[in-house]
């Protein structure tokens, strides 16, 4: 083999490890899990996105979430809270952990201009994801979308209750009801409710 076809050789296969090792690295929006943005009054619930490249989970990624103005405007957010752009960084296991202080359920398909959150890591649009909350309803039982008045205080209530319980109890699909949003309405969102419900979690709506 002559020196020549070595350095040929040694080019291509560079060539072919250098794009190898940087794909690795970029967030791929198949590979990452993004469920709805998950948030309640008091920030007590943990919201968890999950980056995942090519070689699997990506550390130090930077995430935001990027709320559109018809949902930013729609959410009872707690005093303190950034909006409407959320950002954190992933761990070792390309999780970003947000603990949002806020209130409301915003179904992308029922607002005027969706999306509700597009979802980024390092830049890359990774999906386009609604929201969910205990404080899914108002005082008269109202959601977000349908002219809710959540007033002075964004608050976990019996009318929250009352509404996702009934879906609770039927394993009835709801939007709104599912907390982890595995598709289906079960066991596992009530009990992601139910701290929030028990302890009445609230705050002051700026």
Known sequence: MGRSYRLLLGVLVAAMVVPAAVYAGIPDPSLSDVPNVLFSPGGDLEYIVTVNGSSGPIANATVELQFSDGADTLIAWCVGQTHPTISATTDANGEAHFFIGAGGCIDPSQISAPP?????????????????????????????????????????SANDAAFLGQFFKTSVYDFCADLNSDGAVAGDDASLAAPAIKNSLSCTKE
């Open 116 to 156: 509700a959150v597009e979802v980024f890591a390092n830049a890359v649009k990774l999906s386009e994801v609604g929201c969910v909350s205990p404080d899914a309803v108002d005082a008269s039982g109202l959601l977000p979308w349908q002219g809710w008045n959540p007033g002075a205080v964004a608050s976990v």
